[in-house]
């Protein structure tokens, strides 16, 4: 080989490894030699095509070529290599690069986690949240995302109970993993509250859309109003005034 190791990226469909003479096939005889693919990462059929075979350098030539397929899998994964190895030459010494090992850089993006829908809402008395993160594909690399939760209105400990941690999708897995943020009814009436959740820290993908959304705690400790009948004032033949006293509600009520 003329060199014992080359790279190319996965959306090169056809790889040439040169092999080379130091002097042309002369004699009338040309050169025979065997090939095949003795290790590597990659795997034939779903990475690449190349079959065992030979090659033949032509009398008064001085090199020529191992050509084989590239599958661009659309798969986001590691480099993988492909180690070719050379032999039973006929009519010629083997030099001193009989392998090569060839790299298949991948070309595709990473997958991306996204929080499955926003805003999220929960009632006070609700007990928890669940929060879905999805994974947007599978990949032949390890993916991992971190959660967490953080104040707005709302206050851990009084409102919700901070949670945080890390999601890890094993290789060759996609799909939604879930959290939960417990919920504390504080049984007073304060309105509705809002915590934050954040995603970070991605390894091996990236956050798609907004990586901070909010839970919006829905107020139950409603108070119905009170209305009392105070009379009537400036009674007149047709009309009069009716005089009423509402007390504090919530939500705050109109008359």
């Not at 190791?5 to 996965?10: A, H, I, L, Q, R």
Request: aromatic share 8%; proline share 6%.
């Amino acid at each position: 080989f003329v060199s014992p190791v080359t790279n190319g990226s996965e959306s090169n469909s056809t790889v040439l490894l040169e092999v080379r003479m130091t002097a042309p096939a002369t004699y009338g005889l040309p050169v025979s030699v065997n090939y095949s693919v003795v290790g590597g990462t990659a795997s034939n059929v779903t990475d690449y095509l190349l079959p065992a075979g030979n090659i033949t350098i032509a009398v008064g030539d001085s090199y020529t070529n191992i050509s084989f397929s590239v599958v661009d899998d659309g798969v986001y994964e590691d480099a993988e290599t492909i180690l070719v190895a050379i032999s039973n030459i006929q009519n010629a010494v083997a030099g001193p690069n009989t392998n090569c090992l060839h790299t298949i850089i991948d070309n595709d993006p990473p997958p991306t986690v996204y929080f499955a829908s926003t805003p999220y809402s929960v009632m006070e008395d609700g007990g928890n949240i669940v929060i879905p993160v999805v994974l947007s594909t599978n990949t032949e690399r390890i993916i991992s995302i971190a959660y967490s939760t953080s104040d707005g209105t709302a206050k851990a400990g009084q409102e919700y109970t901070s949670t945080n941690g890390i999601f890890v999708w094993p290789r060759n897995q996609s799909g939604t993993n879930t959290f939960v943020v417990p919920i504390i009814d504080n049984g007073e009436q304060g309105g509705n509250r809002s915590f934050y959740l954040t995603l970070s820290s991605p390894s091996n993908c990236t956050i798609s859309g907004n990586s901070i959304t909010n839970v919006i705690i829905r107020e139950n400790d409603n108070i119905a109003p009170v209305v009392t009948n105070r009379g009537a004032s400036n009674v007149q033949w047709t009309v009069a005034t009716l005089n009423g006293f509402m007390t504090t509600s919530y939500p705050p009520a109109t008359a």
